[in-house]
């Protein structure tokens, strides 16, 4: 199989701190990650794609300088939510790209950020 | 631009009934179509995928999907569901040749009811 784990799957923070959220493929090597967003009752929308050792790809409307992505090794990739505000809370998905035979993403559980 | 279109958000249904969901998409280019599904409090789960090949594609778990190019549709379909399958079920598409970014439809509720 393969594993993609998130961490925290909860995080509740104070209105102009940072958060970071890491995502990890347990069981196998991803080049690259992707970072969506979901809000309640609707789909999940591309935020970025997190390529190990260069810099993320974002998706039109995205503030790379308010989401900062890192993917620094082939097994994680960090997303980091910078002075968040109440508007910044929603359900953070990512997901790893398995290579090989075939090419399947293969996503973590999410994490629920909360920004008071 | 590639966009998905899930035509229900909700679809209740009884159990040991069929079900379709429905899913239309538009791309100007050849497509990759998927459908995953996200179970209560966990990660989406990739249910079926169409590549190439045969239009009819099929799940461990009894579902299935028929890619209709003339239709641009993929629709997924159970003849009998359970009360397991309640669930949402997201349809996505990506461009065919790089398996990159996937777009989501906005999601169907399957509610199975007793």
């Known amino acids: 199989g393969a594993v993609v784990s998130q961490h925290p799957s909860w995080v509740i923070c104070k209105s102009g701190t940072s958060v970071k959220i890491e995502c990890r493929s347990l069981d196998f090597q991803a080049t690259t990650m992707f970072w969506y967003r979901q809000f309640p009752k609707q789909s999940l929308m591309l935020m970025a794609t997190?390529?190990?050792?260069?810099?993320?790809?974002?998706e039109q409307g995205v503030e790379k300088d308010k989401f900062l992505i890192n993917h620094a090794s082939l097994t994680l990739s960090t997303l980091t939510v910078t002075s968040a505000h109440p508007e910044d809370s929603s359900f953070y998905i990512c997901s790893a790209l398995k290579t090989g035979l075939t090419y399947e993403q293969y996503f973590g559980p999410g994490t629920r950020l909360t920004v008071t | 631009a590639q966009s998905v279109t899930q035509l229900d958000s909700q679809v209740p249904v009884f159990e040991e009934a069929p079900v379709e969901l429905r899913c239309n998409y538009s791309s100007s280019v050849s497509v990759y179509l998927f459908w995953y599904v996200q179970y209560p409090n966990q990660g989406l789960q990739l249910l079926l995928k169409?590549?190439?090949?045969?239009?009819l594609v099929e799940s461990i778990n009894g579902f299935e999907a028929e890619f209709n190019k003339s239709q641009t549709s993929f629709h997924l379909r159970k003849p009998s569901v359970h009360i397991s399958d309640t669930a949402e079920y997201f349809c996505?598409?990506?461009?065919?040749?790089?398996?990159?970014?996937?777009?989501f439809g906005a999601g169907t509720r399957l509610a199975v009811h007793p």
């Open positions: 996505a598409v990506s461009e065919s040749g790089g398996y990159n970014k996937l777009i």
């Open positions: 997190s390529n190990e050792g260069s810099k993320a790809t974002y």
């Open positions: 169409y590549l190439s090949g045969s239009t």
